[in-house]
């Protein structure tokens, strides 16, 4: 408990010079696997992602962060975890930002070899997740199709016969 609050008091309300900025995210539920004696239980598991300070007059955090871990079993060990890469006695904003966590998942899955199979497992089903919903909001949000233009092009143009 002492330990989660030293780290809440590095949290500061705003970001500014010398301000690291933090995000966390649940990655996976707890989960249970029968085994042969019984069910194993795994507790949930938290992405962090941590960027150094942004420069001045810097808007948004970059794509690739400093820091892409995992935490267990809940929020505040996360924040242990994201303190735990903080230099001494630096500070912390926890960003409103939406970072891409699909990318951060990833970089956990790639770079972290103490993963045990269930988070592997549990973790790759969250990065698969959030690439389906990113495709899904593409299509459904962008395209190159301009109603008006299409109808201007069947005014003009003649139709073309099939190839």
């Known amino acids: 408990m002492k330990a989660f609050l030293a780290a809440s008091r590095r949290l500061v309300q705003a970001p500014g010079p010398g301000v690291w900025v933090g995000a966390i995210r649940a990655a996976f539920d707890a989960v249970a696997e029968p085994v042969a004696d019984g069910v194993e239980r795994h507790p949930p598991h938290w992405l962090v992602a ?47 930002q939406e970072p891409d966590w699909a990318l951060i998942g990833r970089i956990v899955l790639l770079s972290d070899r103490n993963l045990h199979p269930v988070q592997r497992r549990e973790l790759q089903r969250f990065v698969d997740g959030r690439e389906a919903a990113d495709r899904e909001r593409i299509l459904r949000e962008y395209s190159d199709l301009d109603a008006g233009f299409e109808l201007l092009k069947r005014r003009l143009l003649p139709p073309q016969a099939p190839d």
Do not use: N, T
């Open 50 to 96: 941590l960027w150094e300070p942004p420069e001045a007059g810097e808007l948004l955090l970059p794509r690739w962060p400093a820091v892409a871990a995992i935490a267990s079993p809940d929020s505040q060990a996360a924040l242990l975890q994201l303190v735990s890469h903080l230099p001494a006695g630096a500070p912390l904003w926890l960003s409103l």
